[in-house]
């Protein structure tokens, strides 16, 4: 195994002192730029590394910031979300030379139970948390380590910076486009029910319901995977007045409804009309082509990145607003039939 360059060797090719590679290495006073920047130099040709263990023990930075998804595995194999937000956040952290450290867990407390271990060994400088819940402990949790933090998808406040995007006006685009078209029985098969922009769209859909008028619109939660939005969909069209439009909160949930469709032989859209929440190359594939919304998911993990690195960097909380997405109508929606 090939032995890891030291700071020894470093210094015996830079022909300086071990002490000038350390004030060189770690940005401190005490040698010239021309001798800094031929120590970076060879330290660059020698492959070196800093130790992260031993620059936390030192109480320097471990140069890793982390992220920890608490939602069952088997709902992340097929989301193309999660993959491109970490797409986002990996390409500021790159630029940086920061890694990302990523874990999943099956809840909130083993979540909580992450960030305490983290915090103890120092093994990130902060944490991206995702998913807010309408009552989250991580906050408070993250405030007492003092571990800094963005919250992404957060609504702001507290000591912590936010990154978001607007649920509610997504969803109002989506109703006002539904009930354009003819539409009065409208079902959202939405994700899961204890998380904070699933209840931002449930309370938007409501709201917009109520001032279009007395239409027949509900949510119906899921855990977000396939199994369980074709499920929600044989049982809402199952009943006596089934909807004429479904609206679900990921891509893969609406191709598995529209399967679902053909399988009852339910035309979409002359009888059902679909839209998915976050548009991918399954809502351009299927067909037909689904109506869906449309936003730069990895600009949004690139905006939650580079606040992370703002608030460690000593600056303030911040609330910052994502762009926002914009609704692609396609084949998948259309009038509803008359006798339907």
Sequence with gaps: MARRPTI??????????????????NDRPG???????RIRRVAEELGWQPNSAARALSGER????????????????VESFFLQLVSGIQEVLAAGRIALLFQVVEDIDAECAVYRRWWAERRVD??????PRTRDPRPALLEQLALPAVLVGGAGGGAHS????????????????????????????????GLAHTARRMASLRTEAARLGPDRVRSVV??????????????????????????YDNDVMAVAGSAVAAELAIPVPDRLS??????????????PRLTALVRDTAAFGR?????????LAGGPPRLREAERPRLEPRESTAPPAAAY
């Excluded at 679909?274 to 067909?287: E, F, N, Q, Y």
Aim: charged share 20%.
């Design 62 to 77: 471990s140069g890793a910031v982390g992220l920890v998804l608490a939602r069952p595995a088997h709902t992340l194999g």
């Design 8 to 25: 020894k060797d470093i210094a015996r090719q830079a022909g300086v002192s071990q002490s000038a590679v350390s004030f060189a290495l």
């Design 126 to 131: 902060g944490v991206l948390v995702v998913d």
């Design 274 to 287: 679909i839209v998915a929440w976050d548009d991918s190359a399954l809502c351009r594939v299927t067909h």
């Design 303 to 311: 905006l939650a990145a580079e606040e992370l690195l703002a608030v």
């Design 222 to 247: 899921t855990d977000y995977s396939d199994a369980e939005g074709a499920a929600a969909t044989r049982r809402v069209l199952a009943e006596p007045e089934p909807p004429t439009a479904l609206v």
């Design 162 to 193: 936010s990154v978001w995007a607007d649920d509610a006006r997504a969803m109002t685009r989506i109703l006002e486009h539904l009930h354009a078209l003819g539409h009065r029985r409208i079902t959202h098969i939405a994700g899961l029910p």
């Design 31 to 37: 040698v010239s730029t021309d001798t800094r920047a």
